[in-house]
T-cell receptor, first 113, second 113 residues
């Protein structure tokens, strides 16, 4: 298996632009997580899905952030409009169930200028 | 609500010395506990996990951790570290029955020759 695939690997954009991050989980995994990592706040859970349904989005910073999982093999995290404080590494991870280990993608390094 | 505290943000040690990375959690229910490692410019990888049973858990690369329910701790140990163990280590918790996984802020282990 290719593992969790995230794209793009790096994204540089200007403040106010829309940003879309993409994730393909491991086939057969029914849980998908979006995390944001910064020096100041560490690794924060933004949202997680179970069987394509959002279960907990309490970590989503504000209305500018939205996440979708239209099917079991694809998820997006969108920021609109983006701001410099959104600059971070965004990780997608998937797992096969509760208590099972998370498999992480390589992350998307987002820089908002 | 769950939370994880990693008391040390940085731990410098010399090669072949023992190391302990501390982790305390708070939760009102039974938990699953995990340690993940992150090498530079990579996603996180699972080192070990505690679900139930023996409180001493052995993981990859010679690491082990002990679950102490009374002290709500899950400290990570290795009797003799190598240069290659230099990385950031994250403790994580999720309530049994919940799908989300909450991470601590991480401890950067720096192994010096």
């Amino acid at each position: 298996d290719a593992g969790v695939i995230q794209s793009p690997r790096h994204e540089v954009t200007e403040m106010g632009q829309e940003v879309t991050l993409r994730c393909k989980p491991i086939s057969g995994h029914n849980s998908l997580f979006w995390y944001r990592q910064t020096m100041m706040r560490g690794l924060e859970l933004l949202i997680y899905f179970n069987n394509n349904v959002p279960i907990d989005d309490s970590g989503m910073p504000e209305d500018r952030f939205s996440a979708k999982m239209p099917n079991a093999s694809f998820s997006t995290l969108k920021i609109q409009p983006s701001e410099p404080r959104d600059s971070a590494v965004y990780f997608c991870a998937s797992s096969s169930g509760k208590g099972e280990k998370l498999f992480f993608g390589s992350g998307t390094q987002l820089s908002v200028l | 609500a769950q939370s994880v505290t990693q008391l040390d943000s940085q731990v410098p040690v010399f090669e072949e010395a023992p190391v302990e990375l501390r982790c305390n959690y708070s939760s009102s229910v039974s938990v699953y506990l995990f340690w993940y490692v992150q090498y530079p410019n990579q996603g996180l990888q699972l080192l070990l996990k505690y679900l139930s049973g023996s409180t001493l858990v052995k993981g990859i690369n010679g690491f082990e951790a002990e679950f102490n329910k009374s002290q709500t701790s899950f400290h990570l140990r290795k009797p003799s570290v190598h240069i290659s163990d230099t990385a950031e280590y994250f403790c994580a918790v999720n309530d049994v029955g919940q799908g989300n996984l909450i991470f601590g802020k991480g401890t950067k282990l720096s192994v010096k020759p």
